[in-house]
């Protein structure tokens, strides 16, 4: 009885040895049927490339900024004062050359009847300037609301004038039409009141 027990247990013990030994082995990776690929892992894929960053117009290209023209270049101002040495960037005693230069004479020439005189007209205002041979500009004359350093003007009256230029005095005339002299200055009177008046260089031959 003993005997026939232990025969059983052996058989037993054998038979799930075997059973064991024919089991399924295990492989690397993942199981899969026969016949079917696998997609591969996540991890074993490369990555794709990052697009490519876009630059933006502002960032890639840069704008320059003209500066505007200035400015700087206003036109420059035209005087309104006549003397006492000149008008503006005109002066007595220019050469002919010199007050061209200044952009404010046009038109020179030489006039016999004036003892060869040369003469020109301002710009703007169209005043005559005279030029006295050997000592250059020698007169310049008013126009428009050009004013002495005192205030005379043309259309100031005959007292206006007298009270700005005491040394004032009618060369020819009764005191209310004609002309006079004050500090380099040659005063025109009509009916009272000034109609020309010119800033005129001490010796100058061109004008009485």
Not at 100 to 122: D, H, Q, R, S
Request: charged residues 15%; positive net charge; proline residues 8%.
């Amino acid at each position: 009885m003993r005997t026939r027990l232990a025969t059983v247990l052996l058989c037993t013990a054998l038979a799930m040895t075997a059973c064991n030994n024919q089991g399924p082995q295990k492989l690397d990776g993942a199981a899969r049927p026969d016949g079917v690929s696998l997609a591969p892992s996540p991890s074993a894929t490369t990555a794709p490339p990052a697009p490519p960053t876009s630059t933006s117009p502002s960032a890639s290209t840069s704008t320059s900024v003209r500066p505007s023209k200035s400015a700087s270049s206003s036109p420059k101002t035209t005087p309104t004062v006549l003397g006492p040495s000149g008008f503006g960037a005109l002066k007595l005693g220019m050469t002919r050359k010199q007050a061209e230069a200044t952009g404010m004479i046009t038109g020179y020439e030489t006039e016999n009847f004036t003892g060869n005189c040369g003469v020109a007209k301002l710009r703007p205002g169209g005043a005559t300037v005279y030029f006295t041979p050997g000592m250059g500009l020698s007169s310049i004359g008013a126009y428009g609301r050009v004013r002495t350093p005192k205030g005379i003007k043309l259309g100031s009256t005959v007292t206006a004038l007298k009270k700005a230029y005491p040394t004032w005095e009618d060369a020819i005339g009764d005191g209310q039409t004609g002309y006079g002299w004050a500090d380099h200055y040659r005063f025109d009177v009509r009916d009272g009141k000034v109609t020309s008046f010119s800033l005129t260089a001490e010796g100058q031959r061109c004008i009485e």
